[in-house]
DNA sequence: TCAACACTAAAGTTCTTGCTTAACTATCGA
DNA sequence: TCGATAGTTAAGCAAGAACTTTAGTGTTGA
């Protein structure tokens, strides 16, 4: 497995922003241009743009320029490696309380057969 | 559903940064003093009880002190309101592109019915 | 043609984050 | 008892994030 550190560094970083959560939430009913985007957020047009700028730089969307109309779409498949993370973590700790109950069953055993 | 968005600020916050990810990535093979949890990390130890405040406020992780020890574990739960998160995002967009083929399929019959 | 529209670019401000060092407290073990 | 250990507190600093306003560019439709 590639060190994919960098990458989830932005899209945490991407998704710990109401706005930016929210532009997502709008962008997974379908796609919409920026102005959409932003009209719900209680902000600037342009600080809108950057929140966008970040979410693209995440990988998390994808837009594209037609006539003075940007159109953004979301970019699923970013979601799954935050998905990944957090399924290896769970792996992980379950993995650890499935070996300390199987240790547990052990001493249960050995002190019944004293 | 209340509100999470705090919480979600927090948790993806949290999650945003190499050392804390390192932290819990640690915490899920088990606890840990806060030393353990400090000494692989490129920085002094105040930085990186920084760093594990951040975890405990965002509820990835609890602590508890007995001597002059303090030891740390993860709190599972805590994860899973992220990937509630992302789980209610993928659902919507899933349903969004069935209700996107299904009206394909609409045309195509359509198409083949003239 | 020309005003409205949709976006973009740049610059400046303020607040937050991620460190550092230095100094300090409490506990443990010989 | 006393030095080493484990953690804590505080202050300060540099870089980054999240806005703002201002001033544009290119596109569209009447």
């Known amino acids: ?6 990458n989830l560094d932005r899209l945490f970083q991407a998704l ?11 962008l997974s009913r379908g796609p919409a241009p920026v102005s959409e985007l932003a009209r719900p957020l ?14 693209e730089a995440a990988g998390l969307v994808r837009s594209e320029k037609v006539g003075r109309v940007r159109t953004c779409a979301i970019e699923p498949q970013a979601l799954s490696l935050v998905e990944q993370w957090i399924d290896a973590r769970r792996r992980e700790w379950e993995h650890r309380l499935d070996r300390l109950s199987a240790y547990l069953e052990v001493l249960k055993v050995e002190e019944a057969d004293k």
Do not use: F, Y
């Open 16 to 26: 710990a922003d109401p706005a930016r959560r929210a532009m997502i939430e709008r």
């Open 1 to 6: 497995m590639l060190n994919q550190s960098p």
């Open 42 to 55: 209680p902000m600037s047009l342009p600080a809108a743009m950057q929140h966008l700028g970040v979410l």
